[in-house]
């Protein structure tokens, strides 16, 4: 399993990378190993405000869905199209071509609340 160091985690299983002042996020490569193959991604509409922890979309696989929460509160400004034609890049690189959705956050200190790699570690080790 991959956890890149210089990414941030929620307690959902997505990650968060900053690109200047924007945030790129998808979900991570536990939560991609768990849904199994993924067939469907729905995304929040692009410019929409969306707020932290609110569920803004699934991710559908063959074994369940999941809902998808956004990590930060900020406005959406691309998602990634490129899922509807091959959700599967979610499963072959969830750090890459997997992404979701690229957004604006109203705060960059909101970033601190997230999880660093160690704790999201031992987040799963813990099984929640």
């Not at 922890?53 to 406005?75: C, F, H, M, Q, W």
């Not at 499963?91 to 999880?115: A, K, R, V």
């Amino acid at each position: 399993m991959e956890t890149p160091d210089d990414l941030y985690y929620t307690k959902e299983h997505c990650w968060v990378k900053e690109e200047g002042d924007q945030v790129r996020w998808g979900i991570t490569d536990f939560a991609q190993s768990e849904l199994g193959d993924v067939i469907f991604v729905e995304f929040p509409a692009v410019g929409e405000k969306v707020n932290r922890g609110e569920r803004i979309g699934d991710v559908e696989s063959i074994k369940t869905v999941s809902n998808l929460y956004a990590p930060l509160t900020g406005t959406v400004i691309a998602v990634n199209t490129a899922l509807n034609k091959s959700p599967e890049f979610i499963n072959q690189s969830p750090y890459g071509d997997g992404w979701i959705c690229l957004m604006q956050p109203d705060s960059s200190e909101d970033i601190g609340g997230l999880l660093d790699v160690a704790q999201y570690i031992e987040l799963i080790q813990a099984g929640q």
